[in-house]
């Protein structure tokens, strides 16, 4: 037997989340009044988990650079090994 799971907007007919799910007996379902509060953190993206006592908890792990980030750092440090090259020239000249 399949399984989906779906959380949708009534009011604005949309899905906002869904999941396929395994067939297993181990799924149990909750809804968790007041949960912790993921707060904004810059550099990092918060989300919910549990800890080892099955507790919920939030956790932040680092935004994902994107591939114009990585390559301006690239960039930069290419610039840099090329400023540094052209100094030893230059000492090597003199």
Do not use: F, H
Request: glycine share 4%.
């Amino acid at each position: 037997m399949e399984r989906l799971l779906i959380c949708k907007d009534v009011e604005q007919n949309t899905i906002l989340i869904q999941q396929q799910l395994d067939e297993t007996e181990n799924i149990t379902y909750s809804i968790i009044d007041n949960p912790p509060v993921i707060e904004l953190v810059e550099g990092k993206i918060g989300k919910y988990s549990l800890d080892t006592e099955g507790n919920i908890i939030v956790v932040y792990e680092d935004v994902p650079k994107s591939e114009v980030e990585l390559l301006k750092e690239d960039n930069e440090a290419l610039k840099q090994a090329v400023t540094e090259l052209s100094m030893i020239v230059s000492t090597l000249m003199s």
